[in-house]
Antibody, heavy 117, light 110 residues
Framework: EVQLVQSGEGLIQPGGSLTLSCAAS????????MHWVRQAPGKGLVWVSR????????HYADSVKGRFTISRDNAKRTLYLQMSSLRGEDTALYYC??????????WGQGTLVTVSS | EIVLTQSPGTLSLSPGDRATLSCRAS???????LGWYQQKPGQAPRLLIY???SRAAGISDRFSGSGSGTDFTLTISRLEPEDFAVYYC???????????FGQGTKLEIK
């Protein structure tokens, strides 16, 4: 069974940093690109970032470029999102998701990030 | 950047009805990389349809996707109580690389 289990939830002050984790199981981790997608409270889904199978290529939404870093540890089967210079508009539920055919076929349970003073 | 517009914003139907949800793109969607997701309150989204018309694993054949170019449709043939949720379409564009979601259609019980 494919599972993506997230951790790293937090309340962070503006300008602060936080790292999210997503532990994968039930599939060959190195066969898939991985993504982060976020959802502000009461709002729709917004893609944040993706990384290829071996971490050689990454890509970001303009809204987080230069502030967020996606990475993966294939030995630990874990995906990460390092977030810095956090702003109020980064407050959201963050999902990790497995990429397939340029869509997202499995999702983590979500991790709430609240940026507030 | 391609913008996806879903209609209607809210669809009120009864169990047993047929639901037709629309997703229109501001430019042609490359490779027909168009997916549909269902999201229930407090849950992560679930992939229903990928590559415009292929059902994801474990998805009922009551769900079907169609379309091409800029106009795409998700059809639910006979609504069950568990189908009432918010539905999102999503596309991939390679230049620049971006994955875009529509704003969602809420399917509610009439």
């Amino acid at each position: 069974e494919v599972q993506l289990v997230q951790s790293g939830e937090g309340l962070i002050q503006p300008g602060g940093s936080l790292t999210l984790s997503c532990a994968a199981s039930g599939f060959t981790f190195t066969d898939y690109w991985m993504h982060w997608v976020r959802q502000a409270p009461g709002k729709g889904l917004v893609w944040v970032s993706r990384i290829d199978s071996y971490g050689n290529s990454t890509h970001y939404a303009d809204s987080v470029k230069g502030r967020f870093t996606i990475s993966r540890d294939n030995a630990k089967r874990t995906l990460y999102l390092q977030m810095s210079s956090l702003r109020g508009e980064d407050t959201a539920l963050y999902y990790c998701a497995r990429g397939s055919y340029r869509n997202f076929d499995y999702w983590g349970q979500g991790t709430l990030v609240t940026v507030s003073s | 950047e391609i913008v996806l517009t879903q209609s209607p914003g809210t669809l009120s139907l009864s169990p047993g009805d047929r639901a037709t949800l629309s997703c229109r793109a501001s430019q042609s969607v490359s490779g027909n990389y168009l997916g549909w997701y269902q999201q229930k309150p407090g849950q992560a989204p679930r992939l229903l349809i990928y590559s415009t018309s292929s059902r994801a694993a474990g998805i009922s054949d009551r769900f079907s996707g169609s379309g091409s170019g800029t106009d795409f449709t998700l059809t639910i043939s006979r609504l069950e109580p568990e189908d009432f949720a918010v539905y999102y379409c999503q596309q991939y564009d390679s230049s620049p690389e971006v994955y875009t979601f529509g704003q969602g259609t809420k399917l509610e019980i009439k």
